[in-house]
C-alpha cells in the first residue's frame, strides 16, 4: 500500500514569512502535480514536476521533486494572504493514470 | 464549456434515499475522474473514465455508488440508500488524457445526509 504524507498538516504565518511543505512517500513516482484548494473550490493545478531533481518556480513557489523521486517540496517566500489556502501533492506512479492526493497542508497567512 | 461544471452545488438527503450527481467536463476531454473529499481531507479516488469506458472503480467504497458516462462526456454518480459516512464534497476532474496531462476540477457537490 502506498503511503503519502504531507507536513505540516496545518501551518498559520505571518506575511512576509517564508515557509516549507513537504510531501514523503516510500514509493518512486514517475510524476507528481501540486495543487492548490481554496473552500468551496476545487483543487487547481499549481505544478507538475517529473524528472528527479527537478526545480520549478511559479513567481514566489519553488517546487522540488527528490532525486529518486519519492518525495518533493514546495516552499514560498515572503507568504502573502493570498497564498491562504489547503496545499495538495498529488502523484502518479509508473504506467497508471490514477493521482492519488495527499492530506493536504492547510497553510493561512495572517495580515 | 469553460471549466468543468458539477451540479447540484449542494444535495441533503434524508438517510435511505437515492442521489445523482452531475458532472459537465471541459469538451473534447478524454479523462474523467471521480473523487470524494472528506472534511479536512485531501480528495480520495472513486473512479476512472477514459471517453465512456468505467476502466476503474476501484475506489468506489460500497456496491451503492455507481458511476456512468454513456456518450462519453457528461458522467453521473449516483448513490443509492445513502447513509450518514456518504456525507463529503463529490469532486469530478476532468483532463485531455490520462497519461499525466493536469487535472481540471469542478467545484464539487456537497452532499449532506441527515
Known amino acids: 500500500t502506498q503511503l503519502l504524507e504531507q507536513s505540516p498538516q496545518f501551518l498559520s504565518i505571518q506575511e512576509g514569512e517564508n515557509l516549507t511543505v513537504y510531501c514523503n512517500s516510500s514509493?518512486?513516482?514517475?510524476?507528481l502535480q501540486w495543487y492548490r484548494q481554496e473552500p468551496g473550490e476545487g483543487p487547481v493545478l499549481l505544478v507538475t514536476?517529473?524528472?528527479?531533481?527537478e526545480v520549478k518556480k511559479l513567481k514566489r513557489l519553488t517546487f522540488q521533486f527528490g532525486d529518486a523521486r519519492k518525495d518533493s517540496s514546495l516552499h514560498i517566500t515572503a507568504a502573502q494572504p493570498g497564498d491562504t489556502g489547503l496545499y495538495l501533492c498529488a502523484p502518479r506512479g509508473s504506467g497508471t493514470y490514477k493521482y492519488i492526493f495527499g492530506t493536504g497542508t492547510r497553510l493561512k497567512v495572517l495580515a | 464549456g469553460a471549466g468543468v461544471s458539477q451540479s447540484p452545488r449542494y444535495k441533503v438527503a434524508k438517510r435511505g434515499q437515492d442521489v445523482a450527481l452531475r458532472c459537465d467536463p471541459i469538451?473534447?476531454?478524454?479523462?474523467l475522474f471521480w473523487y470524494q473529499q472528506a472534511l479536512g481531507q485531501g480528495p480520495e479516488f472513486l473512479t476512472y473514465?477514459?471517453?465512456?469506458?468505467?476502466?476503474?472503480k476501484s475506489g468506489l467504497p460500497s456496491d451503492r455508488f455507481f458511476a456512468e458516462r454513456p456518450e462519453g462526456s457528461v458522467s453521473t454518480l449516483k448513490i443509492q440508500r445513502t447513509q450518514q459516512e456518504d456525507s463529503a464534497v463529490y469532486l469530478c476532474a476532468s483532463s485531455q488524457t490520462g497519461s499525466g496531462s493536469p487535472l481540471h476540477f469542478g467545484n464539487g457537490t456537497r452532499l449532506t445526509v441527515t
Open positions: 514509493s518512486v513516482f514517475s510524476s
Open positions: 514536476v517529473v524528472t528527479g531533481g
Open positions: 469538451s473534447g476531454h478524454v479523462s
Open positions: 473514465f477514459q471517453n465512456e469506458a468505467q476502466l476503474d
